[in-house]
């Protein structure tokens, strides 16, 4: 009995050792360019409405023309009650300065 025990011992240790969770892995693709903010200056344009940005995950667009980036909200449900509370139609891209970022 014990020689049949130490067997499966060990091919279960086998298993999980040949496993390759990596490849397994349900994990979402998180691209360079998605970055979660941080925080809001009071001189940024979108200040009053920092309650619905700080801390939602967005991706940068690109650089804006004078200052800011231009960025894009990751889950649209941020997107949608950002435009209800500023009353746009529906904007996709916004123009964020002053804003700071998880690295």
């Known amino acids: 009995m014990k020689d ?4 499966v011992r060990r ?3 086998q298993d999980f050792a ?7 892995a349900r994990a979402p693709k998180v691209h360079k360019r998605t970055k979660r903010v941080k925080e809001l200056t009071e001189q940024s344009g979108y200040y009053k409405f920092r309650k619905l940005i700080v801390g939602k995950l967005v991706k940068i667009v690109g650089p804006g023309i ?4 231009w960025v894009e909200f990751v889950h649209d449900a ?6 209800r509370a500023g009353g746009w139609t529906d904007k996709r891209r ?4 002053g804003a700071r970022f998880d690295e």
Do not use: E, P, Q
């Open 66 to 69: 004078v200052c800011g980036v």
């Open 18 to 24: 040949n496993a390759n969770y990596k490849r397994n």
């Open 78 to 83: 941020d997107r949608d009650a950002l435009n």
């Open 11 to 13: 091919s279960i240790k």
């Open 94 to 97: 916004f123009l964020l300065d």
């Open 4 to 7: 049949f025990n130490d067997l």
